[in-house]
């Protein structure tokens, strides 16, 4: 069966086109600037050149459509009729507490994700609009929902509860949930076989470190803790998140800057974080280069994203009472080999000690450990669509 999964983001759709056969890929792709003018598709068919489309997409639908025209083109399509797509998989960012596994996509689970567009506002409206798309333009064939708080479901309420009134836990599900469980799920996977033990004899400490970015304390096969909190705006500085701060500051800058609660949302989603320490980007390759030619700015957003990565380190192994292995993922994360170097530098009191030499790689399954380190540090390459590839499947054939 050939899986098509699609992350339909605000204005991105990516897909990929899976042979569950054998899990090799098809096709990846990404429509761009959906919803805004100069919209374009990229397609990369395996073994073939990569396809440009330029094409005003005024929604997600359009976007869609074309994906689907381009998935069946004679030239450089990947099959012949649509009718060889057996299932459809979808990142859904937040699912409240509702789903733990993947879940057959119906009226029921679309109510949930909807619910929860009060608290991911940037992620389930596309999420949701990928969805429809999809399905009212594949109406025969299953989709799959594919949760990045699945994973996370495990965590007890030592670690998901906030210390606030109850009630609103009660009344609003106002707790911890964590996302981009997916990636944990799947390096941490790869890290026990990499250590060569069994998932839940392991503890293990992922790092993903994207855009959004988020860290995983796993012990027992179990989240433990999770650095995204009720939103995707907890934990770390992320390239327009703040991550986190002084609750304080918001009622503060509320009063001062004069922003309603909207406002005061989009703040410290889309303003802070990386791009607003900075003033120069929230791409990391960006920060590096200012930083690098003396941007003072630049060089004090990055020590701020190192010193909360490393302050999540020593609380995980605080809470996991060890642990066997730190992964590095996600695009800083398999990619950023001095952002690596600055987070591991001075960790040996916790028994981590990078080879530096051995660090100097990108995009590969690697042990960037010294010989005597106590911690193992991985390098491993995330593969959320192959997971929800995966996960479609099972529930699909
Ligand atoms: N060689 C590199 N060095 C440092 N950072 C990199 C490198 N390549 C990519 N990145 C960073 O990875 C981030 C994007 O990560 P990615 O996982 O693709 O994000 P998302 O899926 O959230 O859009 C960007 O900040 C980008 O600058
Ligand atoms: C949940 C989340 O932050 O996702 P992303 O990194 O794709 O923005
Ligand atoms: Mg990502």
Excluded at 61 to 66: S, V, Y
Excluded at 189 to 198: E, F, I, N, P
Excluded at 357 to 365: A, D, H, Q, Y
Aim: with cysteine; proline share 4%; charged share 25%.
């Amino acid at each position: 069966m050939k899986i098509l999964v699609v992350n339909a983001g605000s204005s991105s759709i990516k897909y990929q086109v899976i042979d569950m056969t054998d899990e090799s890929v098809l096709a990846v792709g990404l429509v761009d600037r959906v919803g805004i003018p100069g919209s374009t598709l990229k397609h990369e068919p395996a073994g073939k050149e990569a396809v440009v489309i330029k094409q005003d997409l005024p929604d997600h639908t359009a976007g869609m459509e074309l994906v689907l025209e381009v998935l069946v083109n004679p030239e450089y399509g990947v099959v012949k009729s649509m009718d060889e797509i057996g299932a459809v998989g979808h990142r859904t960012v937040h699912g409240g507490e509702a789903f733990a596994q993947s879940v057959v996509i119906d009226d029921e689970v679309k109510k949930v994700i909807r619910d929860c567009i009060d608290i991911a506002p940037l992620h389930n409206p596309p999420n949701l609009m990928g969805i429809e798309a999809c399905q009212k333009l594949m109406p025969n064939v299953k989709h799959v929902g594919v949760f990045d708080t699945a994973f996370h479901q495990t965590m007890e309420p030592a670690n998901y509860m906030y210390a606030l009134p109850y009630e609103v836990y009660e009344e609003y599900r106002v707790r911890r949930y964590g996302f981009h469980g997916t990636s944990h799920y799947y390096v941490s996977h790869r890290a026990a076989d990499m250590l060569g033990k069994k998932f839940e004899d392991c503890k293990i400490i992922t790092l993903h470190l994207g855009n959004g970015a988020s860290m995983a304390a796993i012990k027992d096969g179990k989240v433990v803790d999770t650095s995204m909190g009720f939103t995707p705006l907890e934990g770390l500085v992320m390239g327009t998140r703040s991550g986190d701060i002084d609750p304080g500051i918001v009622f503060y800058l509320m009063d001062k800057l004069g922003m309603n609660p909207a406002e005061a949302n989009n703040y410290f989603n889309k303003k802070s974080g990386l791009l607003g320490l900075s003033g120069v980007s929230n791409d990391m390759r960006d920060i590096e280069e200012a930083a690098n030619n003396g941007n003072a700015r630049a060089q004090i957003a990055l020590e701020v994203y190192y010193n909360h990565v490393k302050g999540y380190i020593g609380n995980y192994f605080a809470k996991l009472n060890g642990c066997d292995c730190i992964v590095f993922t996600a695009g800083v994360g398999e990619n950023g080999i001095d952002i690596r170097r600055h987070i591991c530098e001075d960790l040996d009191a916790l028994g981590i000690k990078m080879d530096v030499e051995k660090n100097k790689v990108r995009g590969k399954e690697v042990d960037v450990a010294t010989e005597d380190s106590r911690v193992r540090i991985f390098v491993i390459p995330t593969n959320e669509e192959l997971v929800i590839a995966r996960d479609t499947y099972r529930l699909a054939k």
